[in-house]
């Protein structure tokens, strides 16, 4: 089955600095690459996915860049603020699977003052 | 619209009790899943239906039962709890096909077994 590595597992920056967090996924197959924020006591809410016939995606201050040759998909945070402190999981999804998702082991982000 | 429900939020069994965590959904969602949450573990599957009368094994599912006998309910079962199982249970529902497969998220269970 599918097998996803998301590094790093804690990430500290400076307000105002970008934040990049990045997944390898094992299943050539697999087609559909969301992102999740968890906020501390909270649940998962998407904030941007990406499909694999798309290289890049970009909303905000957020984009989301998938390298299907390397099986690599990574977020990109710019300009980095207190809000965006929380947990951040990618997740791979392979065609006919609905939306059975293979999540990351997540990453713990801290938007430092 | 309440989006998922998830139901309780928090609880408490002694090992070998058994519990119902339950989940609906009012969004007419064809599938649904249960996944537990464990520190350094992300989200695992535990079991998922692609419609009512329709059920399979995620990545976990050994302790747990589902059935589906509606679209909008899928409840998770505990036969026997075991200290293992003490996590935090996340139900989640999505159109099938894409391209709307956004995956929405109930406010989770937190349940401790002793």
């Known amino acids: 089955g599918e097998n996803v590595e998301q590094h790093p597992s804690t990430l500290s920056v400076q307000e105002g600095d970008s934040a990049v967090i990045k997944c390898t996924y094992s299943d050539s197959a697999s087609n559909y690459f969301p992102w999740y924020k968890q906020e501390l006591g909270k649940r998962p809410q998407l904030i941007i996915d990406i499909r694999s016939n798309v290289g890049e995606k970009k909303d905000q201050r957020i984009a989301v860049t998938l390298n299907k040759t390397a099986k690599h998909f990574s977020l990109h945070i710019t300009e980095t603020q207190p809000e965006d402190s929380a947990v951040y999981f990618c997740?791979?999804?392979?065609?006919?699977?609905?939306?059975?998702?293979?999540f990351g082991t997540g990453t713990q982000l801290k938007v430092e003052l | 619209n309440a989006g998922v429900t998830q139901t309780p939020k928090f609880q408490v069994l002694k090992t070998g009790q058994s519990m119902t965590l339950q989940c609906a959904q009012d969004?007419?969602?064809?599938?649904m899943s249960w996944y537990r949450q464990d520190p350094g573990m992300g989200l695992r599957l535990i079991h998922y239906?692609?419609?009512?009368?329709?059920?399979d094994q995620g990545e976990v599912p050994n302790g747990y039962n589902v059935s589906r006998s509606t679209t909008e309910d899928f409840p998770l079962r505990l036969l026997s709890a075991a200290p293992s199982q003490t996590s935090v249970y996340f139900c989640?529902?999505?159109?099938?096909?894409?391209?709307?497969?956004?995956?929405?998220f109930g406010q989770g269970t937190r349940l401790t077994v002793v």
């Open positions: 239906s692609v419609g009512a009368g329709i059920t």
């Open positions: 989640a529902s999505s159109y099938q096909f894409t391209p709307r497969t956004e995956a929405f």
């Open positions: 997740a791979a999804s392979i065609p006919g699977g609905g939306n059975k998702l293979t």
């Open positions: 969004m007419n969602h064809e599938y």
